[in-house]
């Protein structure tokens, strides 16, 4: 959009600055004038210009170059751009040294000047997208935006907030979907690295060969396929913070290299000989029990030890039941703004149904709950009917063999099972476990089985 | 009843100038809905800067504003010279934005100035686009982002070429809106 961006003009001469501003206005721009340098400074003390046009030879003892410092130090980002008619090889390196963005010659083609117009305007557009993102970011992973009053959770807050400026390695244990990532983000984001980059790697979503190029990268020629060199996750997070996900499932191998990093700081590509130095704070999260990983003899204690220096562990979110309510209403709210729907609460017994739920897949199984709720719902209340999937979800509890068992207590658990459901039906049952009448007789008197 | 005006300055004298104005005014009367009138403007030798070899389009658009009828709507000055505003080495017209007066120049949408040969068809056509731009620009129409609407903006012949001698969808609702309140 062009008409946020305010362009001045400044020059002595009234037919040049008004010419200038038209055609300006006619290319949708809103665009003031000022006829000396002092107006023009004046101007820029009350108004953010984007865009400043400075004739370079002003009478009054303030000429272009010395308007232009005087904006530049009230705005340094604006963009400046020196007219002049009388162009030397002198004042142009004066201008350009002293900030100028562009120095053009007058009269000049009106193509030229609309092509330096547009392309400074996208850039500008380009970097108030990129404050607006970072902020949005930053406020995303704020720690004053974790919701929870539950005092375990707090704790957790507090002393990730206390570690964030150190470059100790951090170990964030917890379930699934407990907001192990937002909380080494908000770690990221409270700290001095804040402004470099923050890379999240997930470990449990690739294969080891895979994995060990992700992270440390490759030469050309390291395997087939790799056509070009390709810098890893740790050269990316440099300065910055590398976040690896899912850390007890790497193999024992990139264990191995894993440590060597976190003791060396630096490391091999894949197929390199040159050893590449890192400074990247490492977070790793895991919901696995890795001291009991140690135990089994699946994790090395060496890295355990090493990563382990900060241990964060986030309560899952059935231990923290008062937090259900306020996270859920902070969803409802996030949500209906984005799903444009206008939701006003939760009904006392929705709440009900969502404080008794065990919540497996914690604070995101929440989000997701809440987003498929406020999809359906037809009024400005959810209500418990909203939630009804929930229950099904909790009745259907996942089968797993029961182990220890012998074949024929599995097969008498089975008939005994089959007879409850098909409610003494001897036929029916026999069909749905796929026997003959006569057999499954034969094994309800083999098992003793009552009919 | 408001009219729309043609103002034609002193110099237009060739056929094809005639046959311009002509089809200016066709195109107005049915953009605008409203009856197209024609006045002459004299010369404008006055706006004539030496320096330069070029007439000054700030003067021009000030002395059709001064000559402007009192039941006029809208006027658009059509001059053959070759008019400039003091930063750009020329403007193929110039408007009051949201104003009543407009001049479109002819100088450099012939052929003949890029030493080509004359084509009556084409140099037409970029007549009225760019009557139809300027003219645009006093209902409070600025430039447009749509290449192919009459809106865009144009800093060679090339970019006049390209577009049509219509407003895009979004620019016409402006326009009719603007029209409207006439």
Same mark, same amino acid.
């Given at each position: 959009?062009?008409?946020?961006?305010?362009?001045?003009?400044?020059?002595?001469? =009234?037919?040049m600055?008004?010419?200038?501003?038209?055609?300006?206005?006619?290319?949708?721009?809103q /665009?003031?004038?000022?006829? *000396?340098?002092?107006?023009?400074?004046?101007?820029a003390?009350?108004r953010?210009?984007?865009?400043?046009f400075?004739?370079l030879?002003?009478p009054?003892?303030?000429?272009?170059?010395?308007?232009?410092m005087?904006?530049?130090?009230l705005?340094?980002e604006?963009?400046?751009?020196?007219?002049?008619?009388?162009?030397t090889?002198d004042?142009?390196?004066?201008?350009?040294?002293?900030?100028?963005?562009?120095?053009?010659?007058?009269?000049?083609?009106?193509?030229e000047?609309?092509?330096?117009?547009?392309?400074i305007?996208?850039?500008?557009?380009?970097?108030?997208?990129?404050t607006i993102?970072?902020?949005?970011?930053?406020?995303?992973?704020?720690?004053h935006d $974790?919701?929870?009053?539950?005092?375990?959770?707090q704790?957790?807050?507090?002393?990730?907030?206390?570690?964030?400026?150190?470059?100790?390695?951090?170990?964030?244990?917890?379930?699934?979907?407990?907001?192990?990532?937002? #909380?080494?983000?908000?770690?990221?984001?409270?700290?001095?690295?804040a402004s470099?980059?923050?890379?999240a790697v997930?470990?449990a979503?690739?294969?080891?060969t895979?994995l060990?190029?992700?992270?440390?990268?490759?030469?050309?020629?390291?395997f087939?396929?790799?056509?070009?060199?390709?810098?890893?996750k740790?050269?990316?997070?440099? *300065?910055?913070t590398?976040?690896?996900?899912e850390?007890?499932d790497?193999?024992?191998?990139?264990?191995?290299?894993? +440590?060597?990093?976190?003791?060396?700081?630096?490391?091999y590509? /894949?197929?390199?000989?040159?050893? #590449?130095?890192?400074d990247?704070r @490492?977070?790793a999260?895991?919901? &696995?029990?890795?001291?009991?990983?140690?135990a089994d003899g699946?994790?090395?204690d060496?890295?355990?030890?090493r990563l382990?220096?900060?241990?964060?562990?986030?309560?899952p979110?059935?231990?923290?039941r008062?937090?259900?309510p306020?996270?859920?209403?902070h969803?409802?709210?996030?949500?209906?703004?984005e799903l444009?729907?206008?939701?006003?609460?939760f009904?006392?017994g929705?709440?009900?149904? +969502?404080?008794?739920?065990?919540?497996?897949?914690?604070?995101?199984?929440l989000?997701?709950? /809440?987003?498929?709720?406020?999809?359906t719902?037809?009024?400005?209340? +959810?209500?418990?009917?909203d939630?009804?999937?929930l229950?099904?979800?909790?009745?259907k509890?996942?089968?797993s063999?029961?182990?220890?068992?012998s074949?024929?207590?599995?097969?008498?658990?089975?008939?005994?099972?089959t007879?409850?459901?098909? =409610?003494g039906?001897?036929?029916?049952?026999a069909?749905?476990?796929?026997?003959?009448?006569?057999?499954?007789?034969?094994?309800?008197?083999?098992?003793?089985i009552?009919? | 009843?408001?009219?729309?005006?043609?103002? /034609?300055?002193?110099e +237009?004298?060739?056929?094809?100038?005639?046959?311009?104005?002509?089809?200016?005014?066709?195109?107005?009367?049915? =953009?605008?809905?409203?009856? $197209?009138?024609?006045?002459?403007?004299?010369?404008?030798?006055?706006a004539y800067?030496?320096?330069?070899?070029?007439w000054?389009?700030?003067p021009?658009?000030?002395n059709?504003?001064?000559q402007?009828?009192?039941?006029?709507?809208?006027?658009?000055?059509?001059?053959?010279?070759?008019?400039?505003?003091p930063?750009?080495?020329?403007?193929?017209?110039?408007?009051?934005?949201?104003?009543?007066?407009?001049? &479109?120049?002819l100088?450099r949408?012939?052929?003949?100035?890029y030493?080509l040969?004359?084509?009556?068809?084409?140099?037409?056509?970029r007549?009225?686009? =760019?009557?139809?731009?300027?003219?645009?620009h006093?209902?409070g129409?600025?430039?447009?982002?749509?290449?192919?609407?009459?809106m865009?903006?144009s800093?060679?012949?090339?970019q006049?070429d390209?577009?049509?001698?219509?407003?895009?969808?979004p620019?016409?609702a402006?326009?009719r809106?603007? @029209?409207? @309140?006439?």
């Amino acid at each position: 959009m062009k008409t946020h961006w305010q362009i001045l003009v400044v020059d002595d001469e =009234e037919v040049m600055c008004e010419s200038l501003a038209a055609w300006l206005r006619e290319d949708g721009y809103q /665009v003031d004038t000022a006829m *000396s340098g002092r107006d023009a400074v004046e101007k820029a003390r009350q108004r953010d210009y984007a865009i400043y046009f400075i004739d370079l030879k002003m009478p009054g003892g303030m000429d272009g170059i010395e308007t232009m410092m005087q904006v530049r130090t009230l705005h340094p980002e604006a963009s400046i751009i020196i007219i002049t008619a009388y162009a030397t090889v002198d004042t142009a390196i004066t201008a350009m040294k002293e900030g100028a963005q562009e120095y053009i010659v007058k009269p000049c083609n009106p193509e030229e000047i609309s092509l330096l117009v547009s392309r400074i305007i996208k850039v500008k557009n380009l970097q108030r997208e990129n404050t607006i993102l970072r902020k949005k970011l930053a406020r995303q992973y704020n720690f004053h935006d $974790v919701i929870s009053k539950n005092p375990r959770m707090q704790e957790v807050m507090a002393l990730a907030h206390e570690i964030s400026s150190l470059r100790s390695t951090v170990l964030i244990q917890g379930e699934s979907g407990t907001g192990k990532e937002m #909380v080494a983000r908000a770690i990221h984001c409270a700290g001095d690295r804040a402004s470099k980059p923050f890379v999240a790697v997930s470990c449990a979503a690739l294969a080891e060969t895979l994995l060990e190029s992700e992270l440390f990268g490759h030469e050309k020629g390291a395997f087939t396929g790799a056509a070009a060199q390709k810098r890893g996750k740790f050269e990316l997070a440099d *300065s910055g913070t590398i976040f690896l996900d899912e850390i007890g499932d790497i193999s024992s191998k990139l264990q191995c290299d894993l +440590l060597r990093v976190l003791q060396e700081r630096c490391f091999y590509r /894949v197929g390199g000989n040159e050893e #590449v130095h890192v400074d990247a704070r @490492v977070i790793a999260a895991t919901h &696995v029990n890795l001291q009991q990983a140690v135990a089994d003899g699946k994790f090395r204690d060496d890295l355990y030890y090493r990563l382990n220096v900060i241990e964060i562990r986030i309560p899952p979110l059935r231990e923290r039941r008062e937090d259900v309510p306020l996270l859920a209403r902070h969803f409802m709210e996030r949500l209906g703004h984005e799903l444009g729907k206008d939701v006003a609460d939760f009904s006392e017994g929705a709440l009900k149904v +969502l404080m008794d739920y065990n919540w497996p897949g914690n604070v995101r199984e929440l989000e997701n709950a /809440v987003e498929r709720a406020m999809v359906t719902c037809r009024g400005r209340l +959810l209500t418990e009917d909203d939630f009804a999937f929930l229950a099904h979800n909790g009745a259907k509890k996942p089968w797993s063999v029961p182990a220890g068992m012998s074949l024929q207590e599995m097969e008498k658990h089975l008939i005994t099972a089959t007879l409850q459901q098909t =409610e003494g039906n001897i036929k029916e049952a026999a069909q749905i476990l796929g026997i003959d009448r006569s057999t499954l007789y034969e094994k309800l008197k083999k098992y003793e089985i009552p009919r | 009843m408001k009219y729309f005006y043609m103002g /034609v300055t002193a110099e +237009l004298e060739s056929v094809a100038d005639r046959e311009a104005v002509e089809a200016i005014g066709d195109v107005m009367g049915r =953009e605008y809905g409203l009856p $197209v009138r024609t006045v002459g403007l004299g010369p404008i030798d006055f706006a004539y800067d030496a320096g330069r070899g070029q007439w000054a389009s700030i003067p021009v658009l000030e002395n059709v504003l001064a000559q402007c009828p009192g039941d006029a709507a809208k006027i658009l000055a059509v001059t053959t010279r070759d008019l400039f505003i003091p930063v750009l080495t020329f403007v193929f017209g110039q408007a009051q934005l949201g104003g009543r007066s407009a001049v &479109v120049s002819l100088a450099r949408l012939r052929q003949e100035f890029y030493h080509l040969p004359p084509d009556r068809e084409i140099f037409l056509e970029r007549a009225v686009k =760019e009557a139809l731009h300027e003219s645009g620009h006093t209902l409070g129409l600025v430039h447009c982002a749509d290449r192919a609407c009459a809106m865009s903006l144009s800093t060679g012949v090339r970019q006049i070429d390209v577009k049509s001698a219509s407003f895009c969808g979004p620019c016409a609702a402006r326009a009719r809106k603007a @029209v409207n @309140v006439i």
